[in-house]
Protein backbone atom coordinates (compact mmCIF):
# COMPACT_ATOMS: atom_id res chain seq x y z
CA UNK A 1 0.00 0.00 0.00
CA UNK A 2 2.43 3.04 -1.19
CA UNK A 3 0.00 5.97 -1.93
CA UNK A 4 -0.49 9.57 -0.48
CA UNK A 5 -3.65 10.43 1.04
CA UNK A 6 -2.84 14.39 -0.44
CA UNK A 7 -2.91 12.55 -4.12
CA UNK A 8 -5.71 9.97 -3.57
CA UNK A 9 -9.63 10.12 -4.87
CA UNK A 10 -12.87 7.38 -3.72
CA UNK A 11 -15.39 6.35 -5.29
CA UNK A 12 -18.71 5.74 -3.49
CA UNK A 13 -21.86 5.73 -5.02
CA UNK A 14 -25.03 3.47 -5.67
CA UNK A 15 -25.30 0.34 -7.00
CA UNK A 16 -28.69 1.33 -9.02
CA UNK A 17 -26.11 3.22 -11.24
CA UNK A 18 -26.61 3.07 -14.68
CA UNK A 19 -23.90 5.30 -16.42
CA UNK A 20 -25.93 8.62 -15.87
CA UNK A 21 -23.13 10.63 -14.98
CA UNK A 22 -20.06 8.57 -17.34
CA UNK A 23 -19.11 11.90 -19.13
CA UNK A 24 -18.74 13.93 -15.88
CA UNK A 25 -16.99 11.04 -14.52
CA UNK A 26 -14.36 10.67 -17.18
CA UNK A 27 -13.68 14.70 -17.31
CA UNK A 28 -13.95 14.48 -13.17
CA UNK A 29 -11.13 11.35 -12.99
CA UNK A 30 -9.13 13.84 -15.88
CA UNK A 31 -9.20 16.94 -14.09
CA UNK A 32 -8.20 15.67 -10.32
CA UNK A 33 -5.31 13.51 -11.97
CA UNK A 34 -4.33 16.99 -13.87
CA UNK A 35 -4.80 18.69 -9.95
CA UNK A 36 -1.97 15.82 -8.85
CA UNK A 37 -4.36 13.00 -8.05
CA UNK A 38 -2.38 9.75 -9.37
CA UNK A 39 -4.40 7.51 -7.35
CA UNK A 40 -8.19 5.71 -7.05
CA UNK A 41 -9.49 3.60 -4.61
CA UNK A 42 -12.59 1.37 -5.64
CA UNK A 43 -14.36 -0.48 -3.12
CA UNK A 44 -15.84 -2.71 -5.92
CA UNK A 45 -19.54 -2.75 -5.23
CA UNK A 46 -21.70 -3.07 -7.55
CA UNK A 47 -23.27 0.05 -9.58
CA UNK A 48 -21.35 2.94 -9.06
CA UNK A 49 -17.68 1.40 -7.89
CA UNK A 50 -17.52 -0.89 -11.03
CA UNK A 51 -18.24 1.88 -13.22
CA UNK A 52 -15.98 4.34 -11.59
CA UNK A 53 -12.90 1.75 -11.19
CA UNK A 54 -13.66 0.94 -15.31
CA UNK A 55 -12.97 4.74 -16.12
CA UNK A 56 -10.10 4.75 -14.31
CA UNK A 57 -8.58 1.54 -16.02
CA UNK A 58 -9.84 3.39 -19.42
CA UNK A 59 -7.74 6.53 -18.95
CA UNK A 60 -4.66 4.72 -17.80
CA UNK A 61 -5.68 2.52 -20.88
CA UNK A 62 -5.09 5.98 -22.54
CA UNK A 63 -2.03 7.15 -21.38
CA UNK A 64 -2.74 9.16 -18.10
CA UNK A 65 -1.01 8.46 -15.38
CA UNK A 66 -3.36 7.05 -12.56
CA UNK A 67 -3.19 3.75 -10.32
CA UNK A 68 -6.38 1.74 -9.48
CA UNK A 69 -6.31 0.49 -6.11
CA UNK A 70 -9.33 -2.01 -5.44
CA UNK A 71 -10.27 -1.89 -1.94
CA UNK A 72 -12.43 -5.62 -1.16
CA UNK A 73 -14.41 -5.90 1.98
CA UNK A 74 -13.77 -9.53 2.52
CA UNK A 75 -12.93 -12.38 -0.22
CA UNK A 76 -15.72 -13.36 -1.69
CA UNK A 77 -17.66 -10.10 -1.89
CA UNK A 78 -18.39 -10.79 -5.39
CA UNK A 79 -19.92 -14.18 -5.26
CA UNK A 80 -23.62 -13.06 -4.91
CA UNK A 81 -23.09 -10.25 -7.80
CA UNK A 82 -24.79 -11.52 -11.39
CA UNK A 83 -22.75 -12.90 -13.41
CA UNK A 84 -22.22 -9.98 -15.99
CA UNK A 85 -20.89 -7.67 -12.46
CA UNK A 86 -18.81 -10.97 -11.25
CA UNK A 87 -17.14 -11.61 -14.58
CA UNK A 88 -16.41 -6.85 -14.51
CA UNK A 89 -15.45 -7.87 -10.59
CA UNK A 90 -12.88 -9.85 -11.72
CA UNK A 91 -11.42 -8.46 -15.13
CA UNK A 92 -10.80 -5.32 -12.72
CA UNK A 93 -8.91 -6.98 -10.00
CA UNK A 94 -6.62 -8.22 -12.66
CA UNK A 95 -6.07 -4.93 -14.00
CA UNK A 96 -5.66 -3.29 -10.84
CA UNK A 97 -2.87 -1.70 -9.60
CA UNK A 98 -3.10 -3.14 -6.27
CA UNK A 99 -5.95 -5.22 -4.62
CA UNK A 100 -6.43 -4.71 -0.91
CA UNK A 101 -8.39 -7.65 0.58
CA UNK A 102 -9.79 -6.59 4.21
CA UNK A 103 -11.04 -9.30 5.55
CA UNK A 104 -10.54 -13.05 4.27
CA UNK A 105 -14.30 -13.63 4.91
CA UNK A 106 -17.50 -11.53 5.84
CA UNK A 107 -18.57 -10.30 8.91
CA UNK A 108 -21.19 -7.85 9.95
CA UNK A 109 -19.85 -4.12 9.97
CA UNK A 110 -17.16 -5.30 7.32
CA UNK A 111 -19.18 -3.01 4.61
CA UNK A 112 -18.41 -0.03 7.08
CA UNK A 113 -14.55 -1.18 7.37
CA UNK A 114 -13.85 -0.82 4.24
CA UNK A 115 -15.94 2.51 3.54
CA UNK A 116 -13.87 3.68 6.05
CA UNK A 117 -10.90 2.66 4.79
CA UNK A 118 -11.87 4.40 1.37
CA UNK A 119 -12.24 7.82 3.50
CA UNK A 120 -9.55 7.70 6.34
CA UNK A 121 -6.97 7.20 2.65
CA UNK A 122 -7.98 10.17 0.36
CA UNK A 123 -8.31 13.15 0.32
CA UNK A 124 -11.30 13.82 -2.66
CA UNK A 125 -14.40 11.43 -2.64
CA UNK A 126 -16.35 11.28 -6.35
CA UNK A 127 -19.73 10.59 -5.20
CA UNK A 128 -22.84 8.94 -6.80
CA UNK A 129 -25.10 10.19 -3.76
CA UNK A 130 -29.22 10.71 -4.53
CA UNK A 131 -30.02 10.96 -0.37
CA UNK A 132 -30.91 7.64 -0.06
CA UNK A 133 -29.87 6.40 3.24
CA UNK A 134 -27.20 3.12 3.48
CA UNK A 135 -23.71 2.77 2.42
CA UNK A 136 -23.10 5.56 0.58
CA UNK A 137 -24.72 8.03 2.43
CA UNK A 138 -22.75 7.00 5.65
CA UNK A 139 -19.65 6.95 2.95
CA UNK A 140 -20.61 10.40 1.89
CA UNK A 141 -21.25 12.22 5.52
CA UNK A 142 -18.07 10.76 7.28
CA UNK A 143 -16.00 11.95 4.33
CA UNK A 144 -18.02 15.10 4.62
CA UNK A 145 -17.26 15.56 8.21
CA UNK A 146 -13.56 14.79 7.65
CA UNK A 147 -13.14 17.55 5.26
CA UNK A 148 -12.51 15.88 2.38
CA UNK A 149 -13.58 17.41 -1.16
CA UNK A 150 -16.09 16.23 -2.55
CA UNK A 151 -17.81 15.99 -5.83
CA UNK A 152 -20.85 14.69 -6.38
CA UNK A 153 -22.01 13.44 -9.97
CA UNK A 154 -25.66 12.99 -9.22
CA UNK A 155 -27.98 15.53 -10.21
CA UNK A 156 -31.25 14.35 -7.78
CA UNK A 157 -29.78 16.04 -4.52
CA UNK A 158 -27.12 17.75 -3.09
CA UNK A 159 -28.05 17.34 0.55
CA UNK A 160 -27.70 19.80 3.21
CA UNK A 161 -25.30 17.76 5.60
CA UNK A 162 -26.61 19.57 8.84
CA UNK A 163 -29.17 17.55 8.79
CA UNK A 164 -27.21 14.62 9.55
CA UNK A 165 -25.07 15.86 12.32
Same mark, same amino acid.
Given at each position: ? =?????? *??????? %?????? #? !? +????????R? =?????? *??????? %?????? #? !? +???L???RE?L???L? *??V???????????????????I???A???????????????????????????????????????????????A??G?????L???I??D?????
Amino acid at each position: M =AFERQH *TVAFTGH %RTYAGE #A !A +EELYARIDRL =AAAGAT *TFLSGMA %RGFDLA #A !A +EAVLQRRREGLAVRLV *TVVPFASQAASFPEEDRNRFRRILTEADEVIVLSPKYYPGCYQARNDFLVDHAAHLIAWYNGARGGTQYTFLRAARQGLAIHNLSPEIQPDLRLFE
